[in-house]
């Protein structure tokens, strides 16, 4: 803990071991895989099985939106260390295959593919921690693209987190900036605004930090406008969301089908996070100065292994 507090005052979250007590039970790559629900669990199914581009992107846009809700949690993943991997499978016959590939900058790659090859993702989340004294933004410059059987393709990236009350203060977490999911192909994209501000003009009356606003559009390049949308997405992504005004996600009706964490011995390798000794003392309820204790000798290797490697000439 003593020296957690050095690293908070100097603002350095990037080499700090953070106490087991501030994590869930599950490391990012697990927490990522819950993220993916509704992506993986219907909506690219529905989307490999339609053939017009614009109802492709309609509904990758939703999946990755009503996703969002997903994320906002108390606790924070453990960081996995690096070659740690991760595999599970969901309800859809859709499988996720995670490995941790870079420990600074920490950088996650994953895959997922659909039943039969009926539709592929894969991509990376890379990120760089922008910090300051009570808060904390996690930028998210990893690209992640879709492809279909008929080679139709869509890539987007994940927005920011923003993490508020490290010291004082209400803690909170939210998800900030926009969303685009593009079609360069076909010249097609999604845009959507995340907590947009009062606006009379779009229609935006009230402000809420889970309300978007966005819609689809024909990209131009430098002559576009920024609400020269074809479509108009509106809604609450922790209630409904609509695409000119017809509702096409509702929290109450679509329930995320989270991923099955039994899996086939043939897919588990050594490194899956399942197999972490520190998260297993967590999980088991152990002492916490015990889990500290494993996390620290985990994350100590880790980064003897970092140094030999860096003074290994290439």
Known sequence: ???????????????????????EPRSFLERMADFFSFLAG??????????????????????????????HQTKKPWNPVLGETYVCNYGSG??????????????????LFGKNGSWKVHGQCNFVVDSSMNHFEVKQNGIFECVFPDEDKYQWEFPNTYVHGLQHG???????????????EKGLKSV????PKKDKKLGISEFAYSYIYGGIKKIRGKKEKKTDFT????????????????????????????????????????ADSRFRFDRAYLIDK?????ADLMKKTIED?????????ICVKK
């Open 170 to 184: 209400d803690r909170f977490i939210r998800v900030v900036g926009k969303i685009v999911v593009k079609n360069l």
């Open 192 to 195: 959507i605004r995340l907590a």
């Open 42 to 71: 219907e909506y690219l199914d529905k989307a490999a099985a339609a053939t017009d581009p614009e109802e492709r992107l309609k509904l990758i846009t939703i999946s990755i939106v009503s996703s969002l809700h997903l994320y």
């Open 231 to 270: 479509k108009v997405y509106r809604g609450d992504y922790c209630k409904q969301l609509t695409l000119d005004g017809q509702v096409i996600w509702d929290i109450n009706n679509d329930r995320a089908k989270r991923p099955h964490q039994d899996i086939a011995d043939e897919y588990l390798l050594p």
């Open 94 to 111: 859709a499988i996720l295959y995670g490995e941790q590939v870079s420990h600074h900058p920490p950088i996650s790659n994953f895959e």
């Open 1 to 23: 803990m003593k020296q957690f507090t050095k690293n908070i005052l100097k603002c350095d979250y990037s080499n700090m071991s953070v106490p087991c007590s501030y994590s």
């Open 301 to 309: 290797a880790q980064r003897r292994e970092e140094k030999l490697r």
């Open 286 to 290: 152990k002492p916490m100065d015990d």
